[in-house]
């Protein structure tokens, strides 16, 4: 084998390793973050391919350097349409696979820098409106306190908003996570990045997660449970966010106050926003 095609298998398998183990086992738990690694190599490796006629016999560290990876992020932009935003977020994921590799072997260790040097792109804030108070609101009154659904979507709603949590944050929760009988409730919940922060609950959060737990889980909870987990699954197989995305969606039309678009955007990616408004309206002191 020539010296070229070592080089090509090595870098071929040092895809595949920073894809099926590295990633999942050293960098996240995150399944969205793996899949954005595996988009944008996949993008990367179709950009050498189509653009520039090298298939993955061809690859060779010249593949990552600036130049390349400048003119790639051109190819994304022109070609397949994709905004600044996206754009950033994929070159992101390639300097992370950059870095594995160039500590992979020495020969690499210039391509680190190489790639810390393309500048992101140029982005613009979009201005993302908060809800109404009425919405706000109305969105809190809609889960049926009568059944066992309700309490569970009332108490989801009400740590999620009385926090400020994204909503993975919250869905990652476990029973030995909490602390509801302190004088200042709290939970330690895993943010991004797999950093343990802690989220002070307010009063009437503790509240509902004390009536919750017990509904749920009952007076001796496992403490490796999630709190709010899948009914196919159990205690020990968490919610999934796409679960929670339809019940908002369901309160949402219900509550008549606005559309479901803005309502899943805000909840989706403005917790912090929300949160804001709800302090602001004392939505969540006077009636919650």
Not at 138 to 152: N, Y
Request: aromatic share 10%.
């Amino acid at each position: 084998m020539s010296k070229s095609n070592q080089e090509a298998v090595a870098i071929a398998k040092y895809i595949s390793s920073f894809l099926c183990d590295y990633a999942p086992l050293q960098l996240t738990n995150s399944e969205n973050t793996i899949h954005s690694y595996e988009v944008a190599l996949t993008l990367y490796i179709g950009y050498l391919e189509d653009s520039r006629g090298i298939g993955t016999s061809g690859f060779s560290k010249r593949c990552f350097e600036q130049a390349m990876i400048e003119d790639w992020l051109e190819w994304l932009s022109l070609e397949r349409g994709c905004s600044p935003e996206t754009c950033n977020n994929r070159l992101s994921s390639l300097r992370t696979f950059i870095k594995y590799l160039a500590s992979r072997e020495a020969k690499y260790l210039y391509l680190k820098s190489e790639a810390d040097n393309v500048p992101l792109r140029k982005t613009t804030k979009k201005k993302v409106n908060g809800l109404t108070r009425n919405a706000v609101a109305a969105i809190l009154t809609e889960p049926d306190q009568r059944t066992k659904t309700g309490v569970r979507d009332l108490t989801f709603l009400t740590v999620l908003y009385g926090t400020a949590a994204r909503i993975d944050e919250v869905l990652s929760m476990k029973i030995g996570s909490l602390r509801l009988d302190f004088a200042k409730p709290y939970a330690n919940v895993v943010g991004k990045g797999d950093k343990v922060r802690t989220l002070y609950l307010p009063p009437r959060a503790a509240a509902h997660l004390k009536q919750y737990i017990c509904i749920f889980h009952g007076r001796n909870p496992d403490t490796d449970a999630y709190v709010f987990y899948s009914r196919n699954i159990g205690p020990n197989g968490k919610m999934s966010q796409a679960a929670i995305r339809k019940m908002l969606k369901k309160y949402a039309v219900t509550a008549g106050h606005m559309q479901f678009a803005q309502t899943e955007k805000v909840a989706k990616y403005n917790q912090h926003l929300l949160h804001v408004k709800l302090l602001n309206c004392h939505v969540y002191s006077k009636r919650y």
